[in-house]
């Protein structure tokens, strides 16, 4: 008895842990929702859905609120591809909901976080091709990856990546610098995680039963179990 419902619970627990650092996903099919049905829609600044992307022109982009379940520990995924030049300031994410110059930027093609000045990240980008970056921040330390490698950390010491109120906006510049740091694009995908560990994979939401569902099969496989045991 006891052996069975240990294992019906470590089945469960490692079904729900499989994906659990894998929080939100938005694919840009046809709509702004959540892919997991876990959070809230984006909301867009003008822009177009086509073709599985979302393609914005400069100053139009994409606001999510609600966006973190931990705003301090996160992970953010996302593909992408600037469309005009990558010698200028381009705003990628910005964490102070559009009030303050601070955040994750593209500068001279390079991946650059500016807070109160330059903070060179590392990398490059070409006009014109996709590229994929993942942003962690993880224990007050800033971790970049640009197609899967690994840029020079960065000490968030003052918290500028803690989103304001968790709101997040990606793509459109703040209105401190009077929003001239924006650039063209499009955008495959936008993921976040609680870590960096699901970096890369592709969300199945009916591949991934819902902790109710897979509680109720646990029940009634070990209520099968027990009408067979002998009085």
């Not at 960096?196 to 009916?206: A, K, L």
């Amino acid at each position: 008895m006891k052996k069975i419902i240990f294992a019906l619970t470590y089945a469960m627990l490692l079904s729900s842990t499989a994906s659990a650092a894998l929080i939100k996903s938005y694919d840009f099919n046809n709509d702004l929702s959540d892919t997991l049905n876990n959070g809230v829609d984006m909301i867009a600044s003008g822009g177009t859905l086509s073709g599985g992307f979302y393609n914005f022109s400069a100053n139009q982009g994409l606001r999510l609120t609600d966006a973190l379940d931990d705003t301090m520990d996160y992970a953010i995924e996302m593909r992408l591809q600037i469309e005009d030049s990558t010698a200028s300031w381009n705003k990628l994410i910005d964490f102070q909901d559009l009030t303050s110059d601070n955040g994750l930027y593209v500068l001279n093609s390079e991946i650059d976080f500016y807070v109160s000045g330059v903070n060179i990240l590392g990398g490059q980008i070409n006009t014109n091709e996709f590229f994929n970056i993942a942003f962690v921040r993880s224990a007050g330390v800033i971790t970049t990856f640009l197609n899967g490698i690994e840029l020079s950390p960065f000490v968030d010491s003052s918290d500028q990546a803690v989103p304001m109120d968790n709101i997040l906006n990606f793509f459109e510049d703040d209105f401190a610098t009077g929003q001239g740091e924006a650039f063209i694009g499009a955008v495959d995908y936008i993921r976040i995680h609680g870590d960096e560990t699901t970096f890369g994979d592709e969300p199945d939401p009916q591949d991934v039963p819902e902790p109710t569902a897979l509680f109720l099969m646990g029940l009634g496989l070990l209520g099968i179990r027990l009408s067979r045991q002998k009085p």
